[in-house]
């Protein structure tokens, strides 16, 4: 039967005899490490990402995946631009936006909000506005009726709760007999929601677009469209070829084509995805020095196991063997142990990685401790995402350390002086 010397050699190597178990102990510990921290760097990137995406849904649960705005003057018929986006192959739905930064004040307290005037219903189709209500409805919002819904956190920094008034300051001015002086109207506070985000939670605030239109003074017009997207990461692109289908649509004769402005969540929340990359890639880095130390302690596995075979070589060099066949022998046998340590650590890391949830669960009820309080924390549970292209990454970064590791010592290996090694057998 045919065996390659190189793998037939290296292979029976890494099998201990009585006088190399210390060896052979070293090349267990080596695995060992890899396996390791193959498993903690998958479990950690997974956990990682499940914090991402739940922060992420929460973000864009309540902000939009792009919008589509007109800056002086609003859009008049936004019914009809309403119709012709959803039109487009990507769009889930779309739905009209009125937006005002303003103050809201109640017995002497303040506190700056982002009101946005949303219709009812067509809110559902682009957020998640209804799904985290805590008290009342978003039915509640009704054209005229002057209604608000607030932030958790808000209503208690202001001291309200449903029932209550609300004082909306905006930046729109009158002029009046004492002088020019801010837009102030009261609103009745129906419904209190909770996000689980602080921008959200404690500065923001929702009311019909017809309210948020009045005092914006834009009559019956929306200020733009947001869209929720089939595939969100296509937003930027999906977005600007939408609206420059609108503004290259066959106009009236005499009409001026709109000029739409477009923004998307990558845009919006650029800086605080673009942190959570740089912590998930710097936790990558920290993470995969484990793996390096437990790779690099091939070095010295095989460093050993030269020393021990010198005389092993000596022979296979007098029997014909090439520098290049020794040399391979060695790398099979450091690759060997990479390739063990790295299969395991992987399979490890990934049904850990899927049952992350359950056994944190577990060991908190065991103890009676809570890891997430839920009191502090708005998770509680330990959200877990495995990615393919994490466990692939590690995986392949992991084998290829292994392999590097093998190449001095077997480079070593194959210098070896045959007569020098053979002088004292």
Do not use: C
């Amino acid at each position: 039967m045919f065996r390659p010397l190189p793998l037939y050699v290296g292979l029976r190597y890494t099998r201990a005899k009585r006088r190399n178990h210390f060896i052979s102990f070293i090349s267990l510990i080596s695995m060992l490490g890899i396996t390791l921290g193959i498993v903690a760097l998958i479990v950690v990137l997974s956990v990682m990402n499940g914090f991402h995406k739940e922060i992420q849904e929460r973000i864009l649960g309540m902000a939009s995946h792009a919008t589509l705005s007109v800056p002086d003057g609003g859009i008049a018929d936004w019914e009809t631009l309403v119709e012709r986006v959803e039109q487009h192959p990507e769009v889930l739905g779309a739905a009209p936006f009125v937006e005002l930064e303003s103050m809201l004040m109640n017995a002497g307290r303040t506190n700056a909000a982002l009101l946005r005037g949303i219709v009812p219903d067509r809110e559902d189709a682009v957020s998640l506005l209804r799904s985290d209500m805590v008290i009342g409805s978003v039915d509640d919002l009704t054209a005229g009726s002057f209604n608000i819904i607030l932030g958790s956190e808000l209503a208690a920094v202001l001291g309200v709760g449903v029932g209550d008034k609300v004082t909306v300051v905006t930046p729109q001015l009158n002029a009046t007999p004492v002088g020019v002086m801010p837009r102030l109207k009261a609103f009745n506070v129906v419904g209190l929601f909770e996000v689980g985000m602080s921008d959200y939670d404690r500065g923001a605030g929702f009311m019909h677009m017809t309210d948020a239109a009045l005092l914006m003074r834009l009559g019956d017009a929306a200020e733009g469209v947001r869209l929720k997207l089939a595939e969100m990461f296509d937003a930027p692109l999906v977005s600007r070829e939408i609206a420059y289908a609108l503004s290259t649509e066959a106009m009236p004769a005499g009409s001026t084509p709109a000029a739409y402005r477009v923004s998307d969540w990558t845009q919006v929340h650029r800086n605080f995805f673009a942190a959570l990359r740089t912590e998930k890639r710097m936790m990558t880095i920290i993470l995969f020095l484990i793996v390096a130390v437990a790779a690099f302690n091939i070095v010295s596995t095989l460093v050993m196991v030269v020393t021990d075979k010198r005389a092993d070589i000596a022979v296979l060099r007098t029997l014909g063997a090439s520098p290049g066949r020794v040399m391979a022998i060695f790398i099979v046998q450091g690759t060997a142990i990479g390739v063990v340590g790295t299969l395991l650590g992987v399979v490890g890391g990934v049904l850990l990685g899927w049952n992350v949830e359950p056994i944190v669960a577990s060991i908190e009820r065991a103890f009676g401790v809570h890891f997430l309080d839920p009191s502090i924390y708005y998770i509680s549970a330990l959200p877990s995402d495995v990615r393919l292209g994490d466990v692939v990454r590690v995986g392949g970064g992991a084998f290829l350390m292994s392999v590097l590791a093998t190449l001095y010592p077997a480079w070593r290996a194959a210098r070896t002086d045959p007569a020098e090694a053979l002088r004292y057998e």
